[in-house]
C-alpha cells in the first residue's frame, strides 16, 4: 500500500467512526424520523467535501515526496549530481534541503575518491618515469666499467661520478616520494618549539654556500626586528626555506643578488624570498605547486628537479597553517613568499 491510499484509507476510517458516533447520537435524541434523515445527510455530505479536501491537501505532499524519493533512486543508480526542489511543507522542505546537501557531500566524497585514484595513477607514472632516466644511466655506466672497455683511468672516475650523482638523484626523489606520501595521509609528526629566526636563517644559507659561490650570487638578508623567534617544527621549516632558496639560486643568472626577507605582519610572520632570475610565465603560477609540475618542462630537464618539492613546501606552511604564494614577473624574476601565523 502506497503512502497516498494510506493516508486516504486513514481518513476515511476516521470520518467513518465520525459518522458512527454522531449516528448513535442522534438516535438517542429521539429526532424526527425526517430530522434524523437531514442530520444523517448533511453529516454524510460534511464527511464526503472532507474526504476530498484531504485528497487536494495530499496531493502536493505527495509530489514533494515523491521528487525525494525519485532523486534518492537516481543517486542509488550512481547519478550525484541531483537536486530536489525544496517546496511542500516545511517539514517536506526540510527534507528535501537536508537531501540536497548530503547529495552534494556524497558527490564531494566521490569527486575525492576519483581524483585520488587519479592522482595515484599519475604518481605511479611520474615516478617511474624519473626513475627511468637515472637508472638507465648507472645500468651503462656500470656495464661499461664491468666490461672494462674504458682503458684511462680519467674515464673510469668521470663514470663513476656520474654514477654516483645519479644515485643522489634517484634516492632524492624517493625521500621527496615517501615525505610527500606520508604528509598527504596526515602521518607526519606535528611538534612546534620556539625558534630564533637569525639561526634558523644561518643554518639554511651555510648549506648553499658552495653553491652560490660557483654561480658569484650574494645573499642578502633582511629580519624585522620584532622577529626575533617564532613557533614551528624546525626541521619543516628548514625544509621550506632550502627548497625556494636552491630553485633561486638554480634559475638565477650569474652574478646576481637574492634577498631574503622576515616581517612581521601582526598576526603572521611573512618569508620572502627574492631573485632576479628568469620568472615564471603568468600561466605557469597556479600550477606551480601541484605535484610533479614543471615550468617550462624543456628548460626543467636541464636543471633537474623531481617537481615535488614545492609540492611539499605547500603541504608543510599548511600543516603550520599558513599560506604559500609566488609572484613573478617573465624575464624580472620571481619572489616566493609563506606565511607562519603566531597563534
Not at 467535501?49 to 521528487?67: E, M, Y
Request: some cysteine.
Amino acid at each position: 500500500m502506497n503512502l497516498k491510499t494510506t493516508l486516504l484509507v486513514t481518513n476515511a476510517l476516521s470520518i467513518l467512526l465520525f459518522f458512527i458516533f454522531l449516528f448513535i447520537s442522534y438516535i438517542r435524541m429521539f429526532l424526527s424520523s425526517e430530522v434524523l434523515v437531514l442530520l444523517t445527510f448533511i453529516t454524510l455530505l460534511a464527511g464526503a467535501i472532507s474526504f476530498v479536501t484531504h485528497l487536494l491537501l495530499i496531493n502536493p505532499l505527495l509530489k514533494a515526496v515523491k521528487g525525494v524519493s525519485s532523486e534518492a533512486k537516481r543517486i542509488a543508480e550512481g547519478e550525484f549530481d541531483v537536486e530536489v526542489r525544496e517546496t511542500g511543507p516545511k517539514e517536506i522542505q526540510e527534507l528535501a534541503k537536508n537531501f540536497n546537501t548530503m547529495s552534494s557531500r556524497v558527490k564531494e566524497m566521490i569527486d575525492d575518491v576519483k581524483e585520488s585514484e587519479r592522482l595515484k595513477t599519475e604518481l605511479i607514472a611520474n615516478v617511474s618515469h624519473d626513475l627511468r632516466t637515472p637508472v638507465a644511466s648507472i645500468r651503462s655506466h656500470v656495464e661499461a666499467l664491468i666490461d672494462q672497455i674504458l682503458t684511462d683511468e680519467k674515464t673510469r672516475e668521470q663514470y663513476l661520478s656520474t654514477i654516483k650523482q645519479e644515485s643522489v638523484k634517484l634516492s632524492e626523489l624517493l625521500e621527496e616520494v615517501l615525505q610527500l606520501s606520508q604528509l598527504e595521509r596526515g602521518s607526519v609528526p606535528f611538534h612546534p618549539e620556539r625558534t630564533k629566526v637569525d639561526e634558523l636563517l644561518v643554518s639554511v644559507l651555510s648549506s648553499f654556500e658552495r653553491m652560490a659561490e660557483k654561480k658569484g650570487i650574494e645573499f642578502v638578508v633582511q629580519i624585522d626586528e620584532r622577529e626575533d623567534s617564532i613557533l614551528i617544527v624546525p626541521q619543516q621549516i628548514h625544509r621550506v626555506l632550502s627548497n625556494l632558496i636552491e630553485n633561486a639560486i638554480r634559475y638565477s643568472n650569474n652574478g646576481r643578488s637574492i634577498t631574503i626577507i622576515v616581517e612581521d605582519l601582526g598576526r603572521a610572520t611573512i618569508f620572502r624570498v627574492k631573485d632576479e632570475g628568469e620568472g615564471i610565465p603568468f600561466e605557469e603560477q597556479k600550477n606551480i605547486f601541484d605535484r610533479f609540475y614543471r615550468v617550462e618542462k624543456s628548460r626543467n630537464q636541464a636543471y633537474g628537479g623531481s617537481g615535488l618539492g614545492l609540492a611539499i613546501c605547500k603541504e608543510f606552511v599548511t600543516l603550520h597553517g599558513g599560506e604559500i604564494g609566488v609572484k613573478s614577473v617573465k624575464g624580472r624574476g620571481s619572489e616566493f613568499w609563506f606565511t607562519i601565523p603566531k597563534e
